[in-house]
């Protein structure tokens, strides 16, 4: 039986493009991993508070929690393709590829995984800061409707 060689470059595009979906976990460590089933679930969560967020208005305050869900899973899956991205040759062989040299050419890194490099920190970036701004802003009006009812 022979293995199947990870590709590091394939694996920082698939965490970038699809970590939502689990599927750099599911490429690394195969369908059996728990941990890449979980993925969708706060991706799913997030993707309903954007949905409410269309539907009934910013001033729904369950959106406010489940939109940062979605920034959060954005920005783990990014840092995720950095992580992966910023490991050694070495490193990605001994841990992905026992079965190869430790300085086989699937470790290594090209322009493709650079500019992935590049993507997954802008996006992730963006992601979160945009998902925490979100929520963070309609917390702080909501707090200040309530303070401005009070004193009334």
């Not at 869900?69 to 950095?82: D, F, N, Q, R, V």
């Not at 322009?111 to 997954?120: C, F, K, P, R």
Request: aromatic share 12%.
């Amino acid at each position: 039986m022979t293995m199947m060689r990870k590709n590091k470059t394939l694996a920082v595009w698939l965490a970038l493009l699809g970590g939502m979906l689990g599927l750099h976990r599911f490429y690394l460590r195969g369908l059996g991993d728990w941990v890449g089933w979980l993925h969708p679930i706060p991706a799913a969560l997030g993707l309903w508070g954007v949905d409410r967020v269309l539907l009934y208005g910013q001033d729904d305050k369950l959106s406010w929690v489940l939109i940062p869900l979605l920034g959060a899973t954005i920005s783990a899956s990014c840092l995720m393709a950095i992580v992966y991205a910023l490991t050694d040759r070495e490193k990605w062989n001994r841990q992905f590829n026992p079965q190869l040299p430790a300085d086989a050419v699937s470790g290594g890194t090209n322009w493709l995984t650079i500019g992935a490099l590049v993507a997954a920190l802008l996006m992730g970036t963006v992601a979160l800061m945009g998902s925490l701004a979100f929520g963070f802003q309609r917390y702080f009006e909501y707090q200040v409707e309530e303070g401005r009812k009070i004193s009334q």
